[in-house]
């Protein structure tokens, strides 16, 4: 859920919805678990304001991470680690 309110600068809803963000498999948002190490880039203008990972034109669509590595003036890696203890192996 951290990382996706962060990467995506939305609140979660109370019910997984910035966590189901960042979750790349249908089992993944079945379950509410990730199975997979992920990594999320977080980028910042020069000001230091968050580039959101929506895009504002393709409003239900994330920006890639090359459109975010353009854009940013720094850029923080963000790791997914699988959500249960069976995926880690």
Do not use: Q, W
Not at 19 to 43: D, N, P, V, W, Y
Not at 64 to 87: F, N
Request: net charge positive; with cysteine; proline share 1%.
């Amino acid at each position: 859920t951290l990382i996706g309110t962060l990467t995506t600068s939305c609140l979660d809803d109370g019910r997984g919805r910035s966590r189901t963000t960042i979750m790349k498999h249908r089992h993944e948002i079945e379950s509410g678990r990730t199975s997979t190490a992920t990594t999320h880039l977080m980028g910042f203008r020069h000001t230091g304001e968050p580039i959101a990972g929506r895009d504002s034109i393709r409003t239900n669509k994330r920006k890639s991470e090359d459109e975010i590595a353009r854009e940013s003036y720094r850029i923080v890696t963000l790791m997914d680690l699988a959500g249960h203890e069976k995926y880690l192996k």
